[in-house]
């Protein structure tokens, strides 16, 4: 079993900037990759952002291209999400995951075996 527990959402103004953070615990974290998804109200869960077990690769939606990044810290067991030039369009609850199948990574749902309970991220204009 892997516990995922998400921090760091809050209410920010468009244009600026939030840091999520995702600690993991009960497996060897640095075996599994890891990913963000956010899920807005009446829409479906999308993928946000992966990244690979060694954080040698990473994946990002084409709507956060160039605002987000994600990255790891296996010291640490912690994935983090850094969110710049927010707009309106980003609010949704965030959900991290793992993938104790795919250490490559993935940016399908299904793929993932394990997610956090959420923090919401709201922008406003």
């Known amino acids: 079993q892997v516990q995922l527990v998400e921090s760091g959402g809050g209410l920010v103004q468009a244009v600026g900037s939030l840091r999520l953070s995702c600690a993991a615990s009960?497996?060897?974290?640095?075996?599994?990759?890891m990913g963000w998804f956010r899920q807005a109200p009446g829409k479906e869960r999308d993928v946000v952002a992966s990244?690979?077990?060694?954080?040698?690769?990473?994946y990002y939606a084409d709507s956060v291209k160039g605002r987000f990044t994600i990255s790891r810290d296996n010291a640490k067991d912690t994935v983090y999400l850094q969110m710049n030039s927010l707009k309106p369009e980003d609010t949704a609850v965030y959900y991290c995951?793992?993938?104790?199948?795919?250490?490559?990574?993935?940016?399908?749902?299904?793929?993932?075996?394990?997610w956090g309970q959420g923090t919401q991220v709201t922008v406003s204009s």
């Open positions: 995951t793992a993938s104790v199948r795919y250490s490559s990574g993935t940016y399908y749902a299904h793929d993932y075996d394990y």
């Open positions: 009960g497996r060897t974290f640095s075996n599994y990759a």
């Open positions: 990244i690979s077990s060694n954080g040698g690769s990473t």
